[in-house]
């Protein structure tokens, strides 16, 4: 499990929970649900980044590597090399 699948549910339940109050009271709950002692490093950081995205402010990054050599369009300046 990774953090941001670890974290996820927890920021979401704090959410709707306290939809319709206002930001100041939304923040503290967030600030008192965080799970992993210290506020700080990556742990935070996700938690911090997963936040902005389940409220909007950040769109989340699609998954997904490289393409595979037949998918890419081949230039006609370039040959192959096998």
């Known amino acids: 499990m990774t953090w941001r ?16 109050q206002p930001e ?3 923040k503290k709950a967030l600030r008192e649900a965080y799970p992993y002692g210290e ?3 990556h742990p935070y950081k996700i938690w911090c980044d ?11 990054k699609k998954k997904g ?5 037949e998918q ?6 370039q ?3 096998f």
Do not use: H, Y
């Open 5 to 20: 699948q670890d974290c996820a549910p927890i920021i979401s339940a704090v959410l709707a929970a306290t939809k319709g």
């Open 24 to 26: 100041k009271e939304i």
């Open 39 to 41: 506020r700080a490093m």
């Open 50 to 60: 997963e936040i902005k995205i389940q409220r909007g402010l950040k769109k989340r």
């Open 65 to 69: 590597g490289r393409k595979k050599f």
């Open 72 to 77: 890419v369009e081949s230039d006609p300046n």
């Open 79 to 81: 040959t192959r090399l």
